[in-house]
């Protein structure tokens, strides 16, 4: 029996993060650009941040990198999905306000430029702006020898939307419905975990996975052609998934006259990242959520669970396990929306529904609750 | 006499780093997003990237990072300018398409979080923001103490401009006069050749700086109330000058109809980067450039010349050497325009002129000639 593993025994200290951007934001004063110009910042409900005003439109932007992942794909010199890592982080955090990603930008840190990974690199990206729907409108490489050991990858995401059709939880009602669409696999959160388990049971990323890999509504993109099992560093590796097909068809929809629902029935969105289940409570003040009929994990979250002595409660407060975005849309038009949404990605679910439960997650199968993240 | 440097020989390796953002672009394909639709890619001559279409308007992003200027930051400690200095590298380059910048993001990778540290970059990306007058709409600090050994800081600028209007060099005209605008120290490129100089003189950041600091049109960032000599430290950390005002200003007054020009008279600008004067080779494809009346340079490049031993011809295609932004303008105007600018950049100069010459930039008074960058 392995000893208990949590987020924070491998070497992540979420206090202090939290702590640094609490010291860097209160440094910060209120814009200069005032209300009603372009680029004035714009407060939503649900502290979404990001947005700003352009005419009848806002503009949201998204910055995020792919983090301790890109040590996996070092490790292995593989870089075909970490581009789609990178701009999945970003335009699914756009999707949750109800913008619509255009266009992305990468920055690329590196020791010292290597044109094979960047050949790599610039594949992933130019398939991650195919999936996401993007523009890529530049980029930066940074040959910095002396503040990077190996390559890092970040990027930002530029999307826009209609004024007054934000998407931030606040006209979420109680008996709304939880929908919920399947991830890829782990996505692109909670690796130093995930690291120091491998590391813990002396696995090799390019041991064949000791585990059942079969998982519904997925793919896993494989190194290279090939009909042997797949690898640890295979199913690890595995790209984020990119939501904007089918939440921007979604919205559009819902803007179109060929539905009885508008983007008001879509009340909340939700990318589920490092915080697991737990990123549902900055949705609404009071509200809870009870997941009932989950989607079910994909293996490698068990796996890990028990090689690495995790215990459930860690895993969904860590990582995705098999969800990675959550929609609450209005009751009357849920299995509407559920219809529209299966056909566009198999394995969508109504898992769950708004409730008045003192603003908790409950994930009710496996009698675990969330009340803060 | 010390052996020459340059910056080769400083560790940057231009064409592997040329090389392999190459192979990244070449990977790409063409953008998903169509014509006349939110996000569709604009092609400009003079190959300004990062512009695409919005309505009316074209929207354009930059993305940089402030380089190997922060392992100086880093070994002082030293962190009010490189906000700045981050900004300053991202939202000049907007305006040399005749973009207004509105909104920042930054990106802030580190091995551990610091919340002093970000703290204090938090009140320089606040002062940036009052400088460059853009909202700043998010942020990205990542802990990986796997990939960075010290803070890496890099950031996204949003522009808009209005369809039409934007400045590419593709309406020079010979005679054209160039109007340079004083830089306020090494701005953020050449470090590498900095830090190596540096420690081939054996100086220390916290020497007094051994050369007269005197310079016009700039102040010095102190690092604490002081009334003590300057610090090499000091005088190599200062931030890089912000030219929203008066560039956005300048770009507002030609559009409004208080004056005889409009900004088809305002023909090119370029940011003097990490190419220096070669920048300017990449307005016009046949056009040259002839400094005739440059900006005094600042003492301390004189010095770094000096006691590094670099060529004359080197530190010109290395730093921007007093002069951090050039803009060029129809001659018709170009008095009306330099009066204008004067008053709100004291240093601004008319510094010579567009001419037929094979697209060369020379420095006269120098008798230098840049043909290619």
Sequence with gaps: ?????????????????GSAVSSLISSLTKSVRPSGTPGAPVDLPGGFGGLIEFGDHLLAL????VGSKLQIASALNQWSGVGIDCMAMNVNDLLCVGAEPIAFVDYVAVPKPDPIVHAALGASLAEACRQARVTLAGGETASLPGIVTELDLSGTALG?????????????ELGDILIGLPSSGIHSNGYSLVRKIIEHVGASYTDPAPFNCASEYRDIMRFENSNADLTIGEILLNPTRIYCDPVVDLIKHAQSDDTAY????????????GGGLTNLLRLHDTFGWEINDPIQPHPEFDWLAEVGGVETWEMYRTFNMGCGMIIAVNKEFSETIYHWLIQRMPGAKIIGKVVDNGRKVIHSPLGIEFSHY
Tied chains: 1, 2.
């Design 262 to 273: 508008s983007v008001s029935d879509i009340r909340g969105i939700c990318h589920i990242t």
């Design 62 to 65: 998204a910055t995020d990198g």
């Design 160 to 172: 826009y939307l209609n004024k007054g059709e934000a998407i931030t939880g606040e006209n979420l």
């Design 1 to 17: 029996m392995p000893d208990k593993m949590d987020y924070a025994s491998a070497g992540v200290d979420i206090d202090l993060e």
